[in-house]
């Protein structure tokens, strides 16, 4: 049976391609799904990719992977600045947890370089564009023992 990795997506994300392609780039969401989901087969690993602008549903998703998820990723996005309770949600979860940035958030502005998701984070890849959710599914398929 494959171990399965959500990969969460926070808020303002739905808009990856459109939404500053001089930070961000011009793939989207859908792009980077797919690619993720590829990835995911070849390591042995079923990647389910989740996103919303609200935090409520993002803690909702997070206290239901507790049964449903061996491993997450998540882009946080803005609240990773402002979240307690998905912090919380995350500190509840037994599996493995990486937290991806597209953007380098410590060359941004100073509100941005503290993020309350990585005083729980496994590893946290920021800086790497779209290629740091592939960077994240390689480490969490090596954390929970899947193969190549």
Avoid: W
Avoid at 28 to 54: M, P
Avoid at 67 to 83: E, F, K, L
Avoid at 85 to 100: K, R, S, Y
Avoid at 116 to 144: N, P
Wanted: charged share 20%; proline share 3%.
């Amino acid at each position: 049976m494959r171990r399965t990795v959500l990969i969460l997506n926070g808020p303002n994300l739905n808009l990856l391609g459109t939404r500053q392609p001089e930070i961000y780039g011009s793939e989207t969401l859908s792009d980077v799904a797919s690619r993720c989901a590829d990835l995911a087969a070849q390591l042995g690993l079923e990647a389910r990719f989740e996103q919303s602008n609200h935090e409520g549903v993002l803690v909702d998703l997070i206290q239901d992977a507790r049964d449903g998820a061996d491993a997450i990723i998540i882009n946080p996005a803005a609240y990773s600045h402002t979240s307690v309770a998905i912090l919380d949600a995350l500190n509840m979860f037994d599996g493995p947890v990486l937290e991806v940035h597209i953007s380098n958030i410590h060359k941004r502005e100073t509100f941005r370089h503290h993020s309350f998701v990585s005083g729980r984070a496994d590893g946290v890849i920021a800086g790497f564009g779209t290629e740091g959710y592939l960077l994240a599914l390689r480490r969490a398929a090596s954390l929970l023992g899947a193969a190549e």
